[in-house]
């Protein structure tokens, strides 16, 4: 859903005054949540940066990499399977290649890889959302099936970088 919009409409950035990102530390913060990410290679441009997520497209491969924190009362309720659903929204044709819980910054993290549609067009999802704190974090990778392999290996890399800074 939104990783493939940012890819197809290649935003320019469209900052929020409450979002900051510092590619030199790889950190985003909104409001008291700051959290880091991987470096990119220097084809991955900024496309979306407001309410706790910052988003980048590469043009040559067609693909996005966005992170997002969703803070909330709830979040450590929900189950990390019911949280990747909600990210499916809008999607059709989906088939998951594979789901695994994983440890990402020191808890459980839900990694799924999903082919899929949206509005007929075919994608490669690849899908990290872990709990932490009274927020929940996805960090997504958005490819055409024939790329998506090359674009995997940045993914990697950006979601080996997360953590969370706030203090636990």
Known sequence: MRPLLLALSALALAGCAHTHYNPDAGKVCYRRVCYEVGALGKDWQPVESEKGAIGFFNQQLGAVIESKATCRADADAAPLQALTRQLLIGYTDRHVR???????????????????????????????????????????????????????????????????????
Do not use: Q, W
């Open 98 to 168: 594979s789901s695994e819980t994983l440890s990402l910054d020191g808890r459980a993290a839900l990694h799924t890889v999903v082919d899929a549609r949206l509005d007929g067009v075919p994608m490669v999802l690849d899908l990290y959302v872990l709990k932490r704190n009274g927020c929940i974090f996805d960090l997504t990778l958005a490819a055409p099936p024939d790329r998506y392999d090359a674009a995997r290996p940045e993914l990697t890399r950006f979601v080996g970088g997360f953590h969370d800074t706030r203090k636990t």
